[in-house]
DNA sequence: GTACAACATTCGTATATTCGAATGTACTCG
DNA sequence: CGAGTACATTCGAATATACGAATGTTGTAC
């Protein structure tokens, strides 16, 4: 079973995603690329710890950096990464809202189950 | 900014997908459901161990368990969830592809940079 | 009822992640 | 050269995750 090397790096990606300021800096990057500063002002995320996460994506190739004299422009690398998260979004989503039925059927159990 | 509650979500939702043996769960069954049993043999991951991943998959929506007998049956819940991984997986060999090009250049250093 | 199979949960420990504080580096301007 | 801005890295402590061992639960058969 060698899928193991396939299944690491799989889920290798996934941790890179697996974060919350990391998917805020993604769902920011997406409209372009921006300077660290730019993203800091948006995101509210403090400088140092931005530059931790920025390190991290970088590392796994989520984003590239571009730098052009003091200030450096992050992008996302590929646009799959954009269409991943969208997809994601939309099982979020639908999750919730099958979460949310069966909310309300557990308060409004008419018919025995 | 209330993205804040989006990207949490978004983020915990990566978080399950985040992890080699439960990306090794979602490949097995992405051929169709399978019982606790058959996912053992299959991934060679130990008993406890399975159900406290697919105890989290289940706890985040990500799969679904029908119990016939003694048997549990599980199923990836979205088929949504099965689009994301195999992005995921065009990704990943996209950048690995991306690395490899870049370590060739470096190795042949003809043009200058 | 007992015995057994299939699966789940709890607990403790090892390991990994996250983040702030401090410090370091790269670049520009004068 | 020094000073200032933009960004990166290192370190340490708090927190979260993963996993094995032991124990529980659920269902079937007898």
Redesign the interface.
């Known amino acids: 079973?060698d899928?193991?090397r396939?299944?690491?790096?799989?889920?290798e990606?996934?941790?890179t995603?697996?974060?919350?300021?990391?998917?805020?800096i993604l769902?920011t990057l997406r409209d372009g690329e921006m300077t660290v500063s730019q993203l800091r002002e948006k995101t509210?995320i403090p400088q140092a710890n931005l530059s931790q996460h920025l390190s991290l994506l970088r590392g796994?190739?989520v984003v590239s950096a571009r730098r052009d004299g003091t200030h450096v422009f992050y992008s996302i690398?590929?646009p799959?990464?954009i269409?991943?998260?969208d997809?994601?979004?939309?099982?979020?989503l639908?999750?919730?809202e099958?979460?949310k039925g069966l909310a309300d059927r557990a308060l409004a159990p008419d018919a025995a189950e």
């Open positions: 079973m899928d193991m396939f299944y690491c790096l799989h889920s990606l996934c941790k995603l697996a974060n919350e300021k990391r998917q805020m769902g509210r796994r190739g690398a590929n799959k990464i269409q991943a998260f997809l994601i979004t939309e099982v979020m639908e999750s919730l099958q979460q």
